[in-house]
């Protein structure tokens, strides 16, 4: 099992609650603890936002559970009515599920039996769960800050070569179906936690002009060759529909689609390649000579196929559009690489081997 960021930031978050409780003798440091680990978020932008929600969760829980023992007592069966009003009330303000959470159990916390003072014992517990959440946050803001430009650059390299490298196999029937099967579900989830990822990205917050104006540049780039990469797994499902069928099809049909689909390929790994940096040494140099695909002669193949009578090939009219779609993807992120080592003809994206 691999240790994240975020399991080392809630295990830290925990110790920094409950040592700080303890110091300052809240009688129950451990909900500190519970709600430190509530509050930890992947990203700081998202912590800011949770603080505001579980300050309001909190303040609720412990309000009305205040009342309530001073009206009803604290019978479990009160406490349980005390949890169902809660839970209704933060769902009605459309807290998150995390935040109602932490609202139930600052009111299993308030509610617990006491010899104190109901008020002064509500305060205690309202100080020590606030206390978990500040220490989550401060967790968040200073130790492991997440860099999500270099993980995300590095999962769109890797999960783009993937299907790639399954494309070149697959156009000559060399992959073996259940292993392709395979990886389609698992760089289906990849693709997923890529989306994920960006919009993390997407979330945290420059402060400089100049860096601003960047991080934009670089969420369209990132963008784009995430659309680039579903289009290229598109032609890679598409393929593996058609496998069989392509076997019966003309050689002279096979031997035009490899070829262009190798030209579309190196395209794509060129562009990339040159993103990071790797094969550039002036921006106007960089994305050259790049071997254009003509995926319009392979559609007109394709019709000469179909006008030998055979119309069960019209099958084949989806994967030419997928192909279409795809240069006409890889066009546009040639254009908008372009665009952006023109501005920054100093600086390539981020990229990092690690996760």
Known sequence: ????????????????????????????????????????????????????????????????????????????????????????ICMYIKLSEGTISLAIVAVIAVMESTDMEVIQFALMRFSSLTLGIFSAFLVNLLFLPPKYETKLFHKIDRTTSDVLQWLRITTRHLSDDP???????????????????????????????????????????????IATTKKSFDVLKAFHQLDERIESIPTMFQTALIQELDKVIHSHERLLLSSMGRIRKHHKETLQDITEPDIPHLVETLIQVYQEGEKDRLIFLPLASRLMEYQHHLDHLQTLLKSYQQYHQDEQLSFSQKD
């Not at 003798?25 to 603080?51: C, D, E, K, L, N």
């Not at 579900?185 to 960006?198: A, G, L």
């Not at 601003?212 to 540049?217: E, H, N, Q, T, V």
């Open 179 to 225: 292993a392709l099967k395979g990886e389609i579900t698992r760089i289906q989830n990849e693709i997923s936690y890529i989306d994920q990822t960006y919009l993390l990205f997407t979330e945290e917050r420059t402060y400089l002009k100049k860096n601003r104006l960047s991080k934009a540049r670089k969420l369209i780039v990132f963008r784009q060759m």
């Open 1 to 88: 099992m691999k240790l994240g960021a975020r399991m080392l930031k809630t295990g830290l978050a925990v110790a920094i609650a409950l040592y700080a409780a303890t110091f300052i003798g809240f009688p129950s440091p451990v909900f500190a603890g519970i709600a430190a680990v509530f509050a930890i978020q992947p990203s700081i932008y998202r912590s800011f936002q949770t603080i505001l929600e579980q300050l309001q969760a909190n303040i609720i829980g412990v309000s009305i559970a205040t009342i309530i023992v001073f009206t009803l007592g604290n019978d479990p069966f009160v406490i349980g009515f005390t949890t169902i009003l809660v839970i209704g």
